[in-house]
């Protein structure tokens, strides 16, 4: 059965992974399903523009969020909503699953130093399949 | 009786507002307690060079989220880590109080549409010392 996964990358923080993003997500959605595929491509987020966008966002994400099998966040470009997105799986007891380049970035102590998540550190782009695979095939 | 302050603000995410930080604390240490000194100087980090230092930093963060009476974040430069504490803090309850200066960042949705949060944007340093005064006398 397709596993319905929450993919949690930048958005307001900032958008310098846009494009890994994207191909993290067309890469999952070979095998398995992707509720958060907006993160990868703006475009799509069908939210834009009505009356109250912020409160719809944060409803639909957290409801995302109890209804995904787990969540893969990738870490590198910090991010105030993916640091809120992770504590929130964490408590609902989702799997979470955290990327990174630590060439890149230094990952926050909070998600380093609690064991709750996995995280992997890799280099580029065509290290990300094999890690992605893991993954999918552990839950 | 003084309150006990989490001050919450970008440490690995970067130190573009160190200075500011460390105004806020200073300001909210002549009435108050705040128990993240560190965050606004760095060298006060006892947590410095110990063995699993990440999980020391989790736990000892996370201690103080229970322990505080209220959490004030300023969130303008994105980070991982105050993202994680802005939602552990809502899970047990903690009065949450967001600084942000729109001129500089899109605050995330997870935040802005939480009507569980707080969130007030100022201009520049000196607009800072009304907005903690009123803080600090609601709790």
Redesign the interface.
């Known amino acids: 059965m397709k596993k319905k996964v929450y993919f949690a990358g930048?958005?307001?923080?900032?958008r310098q992974d846009e494009t890994l993003y994207r191909e993290a997500i067309e890469y999952i959605k070979l095998t398995d399903i992707v509720l958060t595929e907006h993160v990868g491509d703006l475009s799509l987020n069908a939210l834009e523009g009505t009356v109250?966008?912020?409160?719809?966002?944060?409803?639909q994400?957290t409801n995302w969020l109890r209804e995904c099998d787990l969540v893969i966040a990738e870490?590198t470009?910090?991010?105030?909503?993916?640091?809120?997105?992770?504590?929130?799986a964490e408590?609902l007891g989702k799997p979470c699953y955290v990327l990174y380049r630590p060439a890149e970035?230094?990952?926050?102590?909070?998600?380093?130093?609690?064991?709750y998540f996995q995280v992997f550190d890799y280099d580029s782009l065509k290290d990300l399949a094999g890690i992605l695979d893991g993954i999918l095939e552990e839950v």
Chains 1, 2 share one sequence.
Do not use: W
């Open positions: 930048s958005i307001r923080g900032g109250d966008r912020d409160t719809r966002i944060y409803l994400d870490c470009h910090p991010s105030l909503g993916v640091g809120y997105e992770l504590a929130f408590k970035a230094q990952l926050s102590a909070m998600i380093k130093g609690n064991s």
